[in-house]
């Protein structure tokens, strides 16, 4: 049986966010269902205004999930029992938005929603565009990682690298958003209104990913 090597390689990378994502939730409720639909059509056509204002076509706004669901409220009779009152039919509908990395254009964005009349709660993260390139560069880092660990065993021992054997790799799920958060509070963001075309220096944080994989040789 030929002889083997073992060797777990990590890898790193660190890249800067270029994209801010802009998570948006339209909501309306209505005992009538076709007038919580109207009112769900006529919050997006709002929503796409006050995009398209800021300079953004409609059309980058994109679906990410919608939901219509029943709603009941606990009601106290007259005899002190509670019952569920049926409130009406909920229309959630959840948009993203992605725009380059640029604060000003962020909060350009930020005061066109607050100035319109769809009135979303909202989200914000920050992210790369190019998730492919920076998952190549990891796993590449990781082969070389492995590959040095590998050599220097060899050496200490006086043994040789021979044929790569084996590569075993368990598909990482990662997080491409960066740990800066970017919150503000709703009742704020509608007080504010056009005063948040007031630019903020914002500098997020770096994203830092890692994997490994296990690369076998055979020794020579």
Known sequence: MNKTISVTGIGSVSAAPDTIVIFLTLSTIDKDHSKAM????VQEEELRRSIASAGISGSELKTTAFNVRTEYSSVQDEHGNYQNVFSGYRC?????????????????????????????ELSISFTVRDTASLTGTLLENAAENARSQAEILCRASGAS?????????????QSFTSDTRYDIEMNCLYAAGAGLRKSVSIEPDNITLTDSAEFVWELL
């Open 92 to 120: 959630s509908h959840s948009f993203s938005l992605e725009i380059k990395l640029d604060i000003p254009l962020l909060e350009k964005v930020l005061s066109a929603v607050a100035s319109g009349a769809s009135e979303p």
């Open 38 to 41: 109207d009112s769900a059509a």
């Open 161 to 173: 690298l021979g044929e790569l054997i084996r590569i075993d790799h368990v598909q990482k799920k």
